[in-house]
């Protein structure tokens, strides 16, 4: 581990409490997508793993990797104590295998390390801030991947920032255009209340609509229920 990493400060998290253009997208795509009641999704720290394979690489080849890596080690430990070259055979679906394998070996060999056992339930007592400070030490793992293991398996009042939810906020004009991806999770999580809930249906309908009618080469403005509050629909129809 870094020291930089391991140096860095939790930076104390920020939520709106009264109406904001932000809940007022919350409440369109809730119309169009629903809100569910939350559900946590998966164990701690297969949601950890299997998010660090996630990245640039598609659901279906995510779930591909992480099956044969299961079935290669069929333990935390043995991947863990497994040369990278061979994790990064296990998990050739996922894109940029060769990057992530010594990645997942080394968060497993450090969690090992630190808490005697390849288990995270212990960030389920932590504090937002704490959790994410916690998780962004461990390498390769960034704002989103730790706000999606918090959120998605402790319920924890905090925002994941996917390549949807960013493309799609800056498009409606809820961060500028210079914030990136990592900026945004504390920028967006400000305009929304401290509330898991609302913050988790805001990520999913955030993310299905940008999978859906906010898509990345030609939006489909016609079609969205968001045109009216929308920057990028607004401008373009003024042209
Ligand atoms: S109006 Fe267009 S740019 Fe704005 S959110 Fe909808 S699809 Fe995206």
């Known amino acids: 581990m ?41 164990e701690p720290l297969h949601e950890l793993i299997s998010t660090m394979l996630s990245h640039r690489t598609t659901g279906a080849n995510e779930a591909k990797a992480f099956t044969q ?6 333990s935390w430990e043995a991947i863990a104590a497994a040369d990278p070259a061979d994790i ?27 808490r005697g056992a390849p288990t995270i339930d212990f960030l389920g007592g932590l504090s937002p801030e704490a959790g994410l400070a916690w ?10 991947t730790a706000s999606l293991v918090l959120l998605f398996c402790f319920h924890q ?18 961060i500028g255009p210079k914030v990136n991806a990592e900026q945004a999770h504390t920028l967006l999580a400000a305009q ?6 609302v913050l988790w249906n805001f990520h999913l309908n955030m993310l299905r609509h940008g999978q859906r009618i906010c898509v990345w080469e030609r939006p489909r ?10 920057d990028y629909a607004q401008a373009r129809q003024r042209q």
């Open 2 to 42: 870094t020291n930089a990493k391991a140096s860095r400060a939790a930076p104390p998290l920020t939520h709106a409490a009264g109406d904001t253009r932000a809940m007022l997208i919350y409440r369109l795509l809730g119309e169009a997508y629903g809100i569910r009641p939350w559900v946590p999704r998966r």
């Open 69 to 74: 890596l299961w079935s290669k080690f069929g």
């Open 88 to 114: 990064a055979i296990a998990i050739a679906p996922a894109n940029f295998a060769e990057a992530k394998a010594p990645r997942i070996k080394a968060v497993l060999q450090q969690i090992i390390a630190e």
């Open 135 to 144: 998780l962004e030490r461990l390498p390769g793992v960034g704002p989103k």
């Open 157 to 174: 009042p905090v925002l994941p920032v996917d390549t949807h939810v960013h493309r799609v906020s800056g498009r409606i004009g809820l």
């Open 192 to 197: 929304l209340p401290l509330d898991a809930d």
């Open 221 to 230: 403005c016609e079609d969205c229920t968001l045109r009216e509050h929308c």
